[in-house]
């Protein structure tokens, strides 16, 4: 259970002084160093973010031409993922796709941690507005995540902001909570006491003190935010309330795909194998930072 | 313990009215009238105003939100704006199909869930349980519409051992119906089981450490009946709660799920709901699905002192 709930998560220094430096962020990476798996998931995201990013200047093909002689061809060596409906090359429309894909995910993220962390904070140190908080948290938190979205985007209308804006309000309740959670612990530490006898502001102790004890928990359930994030607006654009079709995301590529599922499967599979490797690099990389942030969950496994 | 289920309900009841408001908001930012934006265009401004007359928007906000949580206690979702129906009929109508699907689902991902996670922590460490670790993150990584689209074309269409889609024929036999959802229960079970293999791995981790397991195996008992007998019935607690929060969740991913396989259920009920803007129909589901959610937590609270005696409320 403990496993699932990353709350507080200041590094301890360790005993062996075998490098020098005992920054926290050195002995991050440190710890990572001993995460193989983790690292190479790290390497596969970076790889989709830079494939994301000059997927133009990566593909011979533009993946918005269409070529109706080359329409619903299998994977062949000049179109390696085939070819859809249109003729378009399959590989760099996936490619296009990651970037929608990857960029109304992490406007989420930002989103979520950004209210979540206003809210948590206000709920761990305004005593008077935390009931109120937590009891709005446990409302949102009774929806199912994609339902939720769905509502808000049926009231809005589909666009990008308004998914970002739909999936960013039904993550905020995540990290808010864990963000309180670690607030509380947090406010009843010595150093926090110390500062607070001391007679620093109580805005200064957030920054300077607490602000920064709630970086690990906080990054960690980012990183599982994003990987949500994407399969929920996958699933979104599939059910065409999501970011509009003109532009590719895997999403609507699966969706479109649907009606040549008895032609061209190849259609479906390959986006589909974006989504996946995705998501379960974000989800390795959540891990393995929980793991070699929290160090009272070493000795579990 | 009466005592305790009567604080539970209290705060049950005040987490429902944050979640009628919260409905109820959504459905008064639209921008724009809701009322002209049902009735489109083509509306005169005469029709527009008979039904904000009729669905009370020209009264004060708070008029309209006592209204509306009148409305609720008396089970009167209103009535959907196309289907001409109210919208707990429209909705009992499909509950039925979404109920079997989100049942065979949670079946489907319990039975993959449990004994694979219980095997991954006795090996715990060795090849076996990094492997199901490793395939549990793989499953929650895989959307469930392309598990179902996948899954239609290589057991419906190359091989036709399931329907393609639908839920049969009118007046079809039950075990015709069940078999039209075999294929959606899966795509929407594997997912989820990798959630409930996790929670049941690191609850019986966590138990097999403890003393009383330690002595039954010293006293010789056969290590399936410790694993079963004593450690898994100490597991049991977090793993009954992930798998409540695991019906819930399969509602929601019924959505999905029964849009892939055309299936007429509640999910395809709210799809079509927000395509048409039926906003009746989309508070309506809201509600139903947000109140059975918050039913079932309680239910597992609850169930928790069946499972284990030593809890007291």
């Not at chain 1, 009843?188 to 200064?204: K, N, Q, W």
């Not at chain 1, 920054?207 to 990054?219: A, T």
């Not at chain 2, 049950?12 to 908001?25: C, E, H, N, P, T």
């Not at chain 2, 399931?162 to 036999?173: D, H, I, K, L």
């Given at each position: 259970?403990?496993?699932?709930?990353?709350?507080?998560?200041?590094?301890?220094?360790?005993?062996?002084?075998?490098?020098?430096?005992?920054?926290?962020?050195?002995?991050?990476?440190?710890?990572?160093?001993?995460?193989?798996?983790?690292?190479?998931?790290?390497?596969?995201?970076?790889?989709?973010?830079?494939?994301?990013?000059?997927?133009?200047?990566l593909t011979?093909?533009?993946?918005?031409?269409?070529?109706?002689?080359?329409?619903?061809?299998?994977?062949?060596?000049?179109?390696?993922?085939?070819?859809?409906?249109?003729?378009?090359?399959?590989?760099?429309?996936?490619?296009?796709?990651?970037?929608?894909?990857?960029?109304?995910?992490?406007?989420?993220?930002?989103?979520?941690?950004?209210?979540?962390?206003?809210?948590g904070l206000?709920?761990?140190?305004?005593?008077?507005?935390?009931?109120?908080?937590?009891?709005?948290?446990?409302?949102?938190?009774?929806?199912?995540?994609?339902?939720?979205?769905?509502?808000?985007?049926?009231?809005?209308?589909?666009?990008?902001?308004?998914?970002?804006?739909?999936?960013?309000?039904?993550?905020?309740?995540?990290?808010?909570r864990?963000?309180?959670?670690?607030?509380?612990?947090?406010?009843?530490?010595?150093?926090?006491?110390a500062?607070?006898?001391?007679?620093?502001?109580?805005?200064?102790?957030?920054?300077?003190?607490?602000?920064?004890?709630?970086?690990s928990?906080?990054?960690?359930?980012?990183?599982?935010?994003?990987?949500?994030?994407?399969?929920?607006?996958?699933?979104?654009?599939?059910?065409?309330?999501?970011?509009?079709?003109?532009?590719?995301?895997?999403?609507?590529?699966?969706?479109g795909?649907?009606?040549?599922?008895?032609?061209?499967?190849?259609?479906?599979?390959?986006?589909?194998?974006?989504?996946?490797?995705?998501?379960?690099?974000?989800?390795?990389?959540?891990?393995?930072?929980?793991?070699?942030?929290?160090?009272?969950?070493?000795?579990?496994? | 313990?009466?005592?305790?289920?009567?604080?539970?309900?209290?705060?049950?009841?005040?987490?429902?009215?944050?979640?009628?408001?919260?409905?109820?908001?959504?459905?008064?930012?639209?921008?724009?009238?809701?009322?002209?934006?049902?009735?489109?265009?083509?509306?005169?401004?005469?029709?527009?105003?008979?039904?904000?007359?009729?669905?009370?928007?020209?009264?004060?906000?708070?008029?309209?939100?006592?209204l509306?949580?009148?409305?609720?206690?008396?089970?009167?979702?209103?009535?959907?704006?196309?289907?001409?129906?109210?919208?707990?009929?429209?909705?009992?109508?499909?509950?039925?199909?979404?109920?079997?699907?989100?049942?065979?689902?949670?079946?489907?991902?319990?039975?993959?869930?449990?004994?694979?996670?219980?095997?991954?922590?006795?090996?715990?460490?060795?090849?076996?349980?990094?492997?199901?670790?490793?395939?549990?993150?793989?499953?929650?990584?895989?959307?469930?519409?392309?598990?179902?689209?996948?899954?239609?074309?290589?057991?419906?269409?190359?091989?036709?051992?399931?329907?393609?889609?639908?839920?049969?024929?009118?007046?079809?036999?039950?075990?015709?119906?069940?078999?039209?959802?075999?294929?959606?229960?899966?795509?929407?079970g594997?997912?989820?089981?990798?959630?409930?293999?996790?929670?049941?791995?690191?609850?019986?981790?966590?138990?097999?450490n403890?003393?009383?397991?330690?002595?039954a195996?010293?006293?010789?008992?056969?290590?399936?009946?410790?694993?079963?007998?004593?450690?898994?019935?100490?597991?049991?607690?977090?793993?009954?709660?992930?798998?409540?929060?695991?019906?819930?969740?399969?509602?929601?991913?019924?959505?999905?799920?029964?849009?892939?396989?055309?299936?007429?259920?509640?999910?395809?009920?709210?799809?079509?709901?927000?395509?048409?803007?039926?906003?009746?129909?989309?508070?309506?589901?809201?509600?139903?699905?947000?109140?059975l959610?918050?039913?079932?937590?309680?239910?597992?609270?609850?169930?928790?002192?069946?499972?284990?005696?030593?809890?007291?409320?």
């Amino acid at each position: 259970m403990t496993n699932e709930s990353p709350v507080l998560a200041a590094p301890k220094p360790r005993k062996s002084g075998f490098f020098e430096s005992r920054s926290p962020t050195a002995m991050l990476l440190r710890q990572l160093g001993r995460r193989p798996l983790t690292l190479i998931a790290a390497g596969l995201l970076a790889a989709v973010v830079v494939i994301a990013l000059f997927s133009p200047w990566l593909t011979p093909y533009d993946p918005m031409k269409m070529d109706i002689l080359n329409r619903l061809k299998p994977p062949t060596t000049a179109h390696w993922l085939g070819t859809d409906e249109f003729g378009r090359d399959v590989l760099a429309r996936i490619m296009l796709g990651a970037r929608l894909s990857l960029l109304v995910s992490f406007l989420v993220v930002i989103f979520a941690t950004v209210m979540g962390t206003l809210l948590g904070l206000l709920g761990g140190y305004v005593r008077a507005l935390d009931g109120v908080l937590m009891r709005f948290t446990d409302a949102l938190m009774a929806f199912p995540d994609i339902l939720l979205a769905i509502a808000f985007l049926a009231a809005l209308g589909p666009s990008l902001f308004n998914v970002v804006l739909a999936l960013g309000v039904v993550y905020t309740p995540r990290v808010a909570r864990v963000v309180r959670a670690a607030t509380l612990v947090i406010r009843e530490l010595p150093f926090v006491e110390a500062a607070t006898a001391l007679g620093v502001s109580t805005p200064r102790i957030i920054r300077v003190h607490v602000l920064p004890n709630l970086m690990s928990p906080i990054i960690v359930q980012a990183t599982f935010i994003f990987a949500f994030a994407i399969l929920t607006e996958a699933a979104l654009s599939f059910l065409g309330v999501g970011v509009p079709p003109t532009t590719p995301t895997w999403g609507n590529m699966i969706a479109g795909a649907q009606q040549y599922i008895r032609q061209a499967d190849w259609l479906i599979l390959f986006p589909g194998f974006a989504i996946v490797l995705t998501v379960l690099a974000l989800q390795m990389v959540g891990d393995g930072l929980r793991d070699a942030l929290d160090p009272r969950l070493q000795k579990v496994t | 313990m009466l005592t305790y289920i009567l604080r539970r309900l209290v705060g049950m009841f005040i987490v429902m009215l944050i979640v009628a408001a919260v409905v109820f908001i959504i459905a008064r930012v639209i921008p724009g009238d809701p009322a002209a934006v049902m009735l489109g265009s083509a509306a005169t401004p005469e029709d527009v105003a008979a039904l904000r007359a009729r669905m009370g928007l020209d009264q004060p906000f708070l008029t309209q939100f006592t209204l509306y949580l009148k409305q609720i206690v008396t089970f009167d979702l209103g009535d959907s704006i196309f289907l001409n129906r109210p919208v707990t009929q429209a909705l009992a109508e499909r509950a039925e199909l979404t109920t079997f699907l989100t049942l065979m689902s949670v079946g489907i991902a319990v039975a993959i869930g449990v004994p694979i996670g219980i095997v991954s922590a006795v090996k715990r460490g060795r090849l076996v349980d990094q492997g199901t670790v490793a395939l549990a993150m793989l499953a929650a990584s895989v959307p469930s519409f392309w598990i179902g689209l996948t899954l239609i074309r290589y057991l419906a269409v190359d091989v036709p051992w399931f329907p393609v889609a639908g839920y049969g024929p009118p007046g079809a036999s039950l075990a015709e119906r069940l078999h039209h959802l075999v294929l959606p229960a899966i795509a929407l079970g594997i997912p989820n089981s990798a959630l409930i293999l996790r929670f049941t791995r690191t609850s019986m981790l966590d138990v097999m450490n403890e003393d009383y397991v330690r002595t039954a195996r010293a006293k010789g008992l056969p290590p399936l009946t410790v694993i079963l007998k004593h450690a898994l019935r100490n597991a049991l607690i977090p793993i009954l709660t992930i798998i409540g929060l695991t019906i819930a969740v399969m509602i929601a991913g019924a959505i999905v799920t029964e849009t892939v396989f055309g299936l007429p259920g509640v999910g395809n009920l709210v799809v079509s709901a927000v395509l048409r803007r039926d906003y009746p129909v989309i508070q309506g589901a809201l509600l139903v699905v947000s109140g059975l959610y918050v039913l079932i937590n309680l239910a597992v609270d609850l169930l928790y002192a069946v499972v284990d005696p030593r809890v007291r409320y």
